[in-house]
């Protein structure tokens, strides 16, 4: 099947860092990639879409300048937590379209962020 | 506004039992219902789909049933193996490969 990679899997950062999560499409082009956060125990719930080329869209209650997108290519998002704090910390989870082929959704594997 | 609302939120089953996960969704927007398979620290994994215009689906020991004028759909796991102890996710979604809604997670412990 078609695979998401996510880099990196799990940082560990300071207060008032920034950090930066990619999401790439290894065999596949993705036009549209959504990211997603999930605190332990609980469920997946959508952040932004990513569109290539464009403005990402921001779920209702989702700080954009907190949490910048930038999907450069077909087969790369990127998410960056600015100025971090501890209660960012969570596993980010993206997944990408194949917007050639199938139009089916897969997962990455996830990133572990843990701020101290 | 929880739009896919998840039931039980966990289940201990015997090997080779049946469990059975139930959602119920509001938005009649909704045409794809997909569920997911999550380990712990892994991302979600698509195990099965149905779309509105059928009332079941299976695949192997996973099978959907759909609903449509109630708005609510299950997944059953037949057999059930202790490999299958995983969060298991329900969602929707305009159309397939479009944003997700998912409902809360139930989690499955399957016992030897």
């Known amino acids: 099947g078609a695979v998401v990679s996510q880099h990196p899997s799990w940082v560990i950062c300071k207060s008032g860092t920034s950090v930066k999560i990619e999401c790439r499409s290894l065999?596949?082009?993705?036009?549209?990639m959504f990211w997603y956060r999930q605190f332990p125990k609980q469920s997946l719930m959508l952040m932004a879409t990513?569109?290539?080329?464009?403005?990402?869209?921001?779920e209702q209650g989702v700080e954009k300048d907190k949490f910048l997108i930038n999907h450069a290519s077909l087969t790369l998002s990127t998410l960056t937590v600015t100025s971090a704090h501890p209660e960012d910390s969570s596993f980010y989870i993206c997944?990408?379209?194949?917007?050639?082929?199938?139009?089916?959704?897969?997962f990455g594997e996830g990133s572990r962020l843990t701020v101290l | 506004q929880q739009q896919v609302k998840q039931s039980p939120q966990s289940l201990i089953v015997q090997k080779g039992g049946i469990s059975i996960i139930n959602c119920a969704y509001e938005?009649?927007?909704?045409?794809?219902f997909p569920w997911y398979q999550q380990f712990p620290g892994k991302g979600p994994a698509l195990l099965i789909a149905?779309?509105?215009?059928?009332s079941e689906k299976k695949e192997g020991r996973f099978t959907i049933s759909f609903n449509k004028s109630a708005k609510q759909f299950s997944l059953h796991i037949m057999d059930s193996q202790p490999g299958d102890s995983a969060t298991y996710f329900c969602?929707?979604?305009?159309?397939?490969?479009?944003?997700?809604?998912f409902g809360g997670g139930t989690r499955v412990l399957v016992k030897p």
């Open positions: 990513s569109n290539e080329g464009s403005k990402a869209t921001y």
């Open positions: 065999d596949f082009q993705a036009t549209t």
């Open positions: 969602a929707a979604s305009r159309g397939a490969g479009n944003k997700l809604t």
């Open positions: 997944s990408a379209k194949d917007t050639v082929n199938t139009g089916e959704l897969f």
């Open positions: 149905i779309r509105p215009d059928v």
């Open positions: 938005n009649t927007a909704f045409d794809y």
